[in-house]
Nanobody
Framework: QVQLVESGGGLVQAGGSLRLSCAAS????????MGWFRQAPGKEREFVAA????????YYADSVKGRFTISRDNAKNTVYLRMDSLKPEDTAVYHC???????????????????WGQGTQVTVSS
């Protein structure tokens, strides 16, 4: 089992920044990739960004490319999402997820992830 705990959400004005953290614990030694997803009220959960534990080349949704940066600290089993130039449409609950199987690199496919965190609220005011 892998447990994921997100933190760092909050209320920020448009144009501001936040950094989210996702700490993984448990059987983390064989994780393949970590991803961030978000769900706004009344909308489906959508992909934001993902990164593999042992490779570079993070992957981003077009809507956040150039504004968000995903990174990892392997020693701390933690993944970060730095969010800059935030917009009101970025308001959502942000969830991190872990892919242990690593059968393919299609980071936007939610069913490829085995574990999910409870989420952290990000609210961007205009």
């Amino acid at each position: 089992q892998v447990q994921l705990v997100e933190s760092g959400g909050g209320l920020v004005q448009a144009g501001g920044s936040l950094r989210l953290s996702c700490a993984a614990s448990g059987r983390t030694f064989s994780m393949y990739a970590m991803g961030w997803f978000r769900q706004a009220p009344g909308k489906e959960r959508e992909f934001v960004a993902a990164i593999r534990w042992s490779a570079s080349s993070p992957y981003y949704a077009d809507s956040v490319k150039g504004r968000f940066t995903i990174s990892r600290d392997n020693a701390k089993n933690t993944v970060y999402l730095r969010m800059d130039s935030l917009k009101p449409e970025d308001t959502a609950v942000y969830h991190c997820a872990a892919d242990r199987k690593g059968t393919r690199w299609l980071p936007w496919v939610q069913t490829d992830y085995d574990y999910w965190g409870q989420g952290t609220q990000v609210t961007v005011s205009s």
